[in-house]
């Protein structure tokens, strides 16, 4: 069993920066893919990044070049650093863990999933 907090959400104004954390319990947190979601109101849960165990990364097409995913395994700790933030990016963020070989964007491949942190960025 894993169990996932995130953290760092709040509101901000267009441009600007944020720093998503997804701490998880867990001795072989290591050994997991680690990938953050995010949905709008009306909207889908959609893939944003993931990180797999051998630190390999995807991303989204409108995050790219803006967002990066990075992970601490001694902290059992992923990071989502967004830059550049537009009013679109606004959401509840999500990470997600599971146990996969090689990458995926699918959330279905994920076993664990944290509460949630909202993301509002005004315009």
């Known amino acids: 069993q894993v169990r996932l907090v995130e953290s760092g959400g709040g509101l901000v104004q267009a441009g600007g920066s944020l720093r998503l954390s997804c701490t998880a319990s867990?001795?072989?947190?290591?050994?997991?893919?680690v990938g953050w979601f995010r949905q709008a109101p009306g909207k889908e849960r959609e893939f944003v990044a993931t990180?797999?165990?051998?630190?390999?990364?995807r991303y989204e097409d409108s995050v790219k070049g803006r967002f990066t995913i990075s992970r601490d395994n001694a902290e059992n700790t992923v990071y989502l650093q967004m830059n550049s933030l537009k009013p679109e990016d606004t959401a509840v963020y999500y990470c997600?863990?599971?146990?996969?070989?090689?990458?995926?964007?699918?959330?279905?491949?994920?076993?664990?999933w944290g509460q949630g942190t909202q993301v509002t960025v005004s315009s």
């Open positions: 997600a863990a599971g146990a996969i070989v090689g990458i995926t964007t699918r959330s279905g491949a994920y076993d664990y």
């Open positions: 867990g001795r072989t947190f290591s050994s997991y893919a």
């Open positions: 990180i797999n165990r051998s630190g390999s990364t």
